[in-house]
């Protein structure tokens, strides 16, 4: 995400989609914390609404997002557990935005911060 520092921090944030599994994702940020949180970032998948057939059959995941640290290779990184993805599933709590923003931490460099997400699809709640 380039002009991090930048952004207009108040409001939700969405990634391009991508697609996993035969289901279109992105990653949504609300970088000042969201309805649940202060002084954090907050971190969330979604499943891409827009594709309603795919969402008939809700996948069974397990996720990881992380802030890449740019500088050190040391990433922050968050696991969840079985997740039946029917709507958004993360962290409101991802990261404490004194520790994203600290230089020495890597994880925005310049203007940008990078965020991974990882996603294995383990079943469909549909398989029964």
């Keep these: 995400m380039n002009n991090f ?7 939700f944030i969405q990634s391009p989609t991508f697609e996993v599994g035969g289901q279109k994702w992105y ?4 970088p ?9 970032l907050s971190l969330y998948l979604y499943p891409d ?13 397990v996720m990881t997002l992380s802030i890449l ?6 990433h922050f990184t ?13 962290w409101p709590n991802f990261l404490g935005l004194k520790k994203l923003k600290d230089p020495s931490g890597g994880y925005v460099v310049g203007s940008s911060c990078v965020v991974k997400a990882d996603l294995t699809i383990v079943g469909s709640s549909n398989d029964g």
């Design 5 to 11: 520092l930048e952004l207009d921090l108040k409001h």
């Design 27 to 30: 990653i949504g940020m609300y």
């Design 32 to 40: 000042r914390g969201d309805k649940y949180s202060t002084d954090c």
């Design 49 to 61: 609404v827009s594709d309603e057939l795919q969402l008939e059959s809700k996948k069974v995941a």
């Design 69 to 74: 640290d740019q500088k050190n290779g040391k």
């Design 78 to 90: 968050r696991t969840s557990g079985l997740w039946v993805c029917g709507q958004g599933w993360g």
